[in-house]
């Protein structure tokens, strides 16, 4: 989650294109403030993407982390960091899902032993909440990639179609296109899921 300004610190002043050469250049309060605007939309997105707050801390980390070695690679295409940070973010994202599915495949293999699970209220209402989230994932990843892009982009990330079509590199109707095609296939999705979601717990 993004820090709070020190009130030692000026505010460091610019749009995040100039913001971004200035950190390349070596000026760290620069990369500074574009932490502080975007850390924590960063992060809402990989717990959006993952279901996962401690996922979520870690991918939020790693996207900054990988910002800060590619300061001198990158130039933004517009004056946000964020469809660029949101990017790097979906990319960890599924290298971390297939590292979590391989792990998965090895546990099927070992022998269960029981779980006593936490009935405490709060436990319990986010549990929920991450269960719920991880339905809608679910349904997700069953959309194909072109689609599922635009729904992690928009819907996910919140980012305006516009954004989202520089990120992806097609034509701003052509987003609202997919994300329509999504919206109809996921309300399908999360009728055949939810109905079987209940018999997993």
């Not at 936490?118 to 269960?131: L, P, S, W």
Request: proline fraction near 4%; aromatic fraction near 6%; include cysteine.
């Amino acid at each position: 989650m993004p820090a709070e300004h020190d009130a030692d610190v000026p505010d460091v002043p610019g749009g995040d294109q100039e913001l971004w050469a200035r950190a390349a250049a070596g000026e760290v309060a620069a990369f500074g403030e574009l932490f502080d605007r975007h850390a924590s939309a960063v992060w809402n997105y990989a717990y959006r993407l993952t279901g996962s707050w401690a996922t979520a801390e870690d991918l939020a980390s790693l996207t900054f982390l990988t910002a800060w070695r590619r300061l001198g690679e990158v130039t933004l295409v517009n004056d946000s960091a964020r469809p660029w940070l949101y990017t790097v973010t979906a990319n960890l994202a599924r290298r971390e899902q297939r590292r979590l599915g391989r792990f998965a495949a090895v546990l099927t293999r070992l022998p269960r032993n029981p779980v006593v699970r936490d009935h405490a209220e709060e436990v319990a209402g986010q549990i929920d909440a991450d269960r719920q989230l991880k339905v809608v994932l679910s349904a997700v990843a069953k959309l194909p990639r072109a689609e599922r892009r635009a729904v992690e982009l928009c819907l996910l990330g919140g980012l305006s179609t516009a954004e989202a079509s520089a990120v992806l590199g097609i034509a701003e109707p052509s987003v609202r296109a997919r994300i329509s095609r999504a919206r109809t296939r996921l309300r399908e999705l999360l009728r055949d899921i939810g109905a079987r979601v209940g018999e997993e717990f």
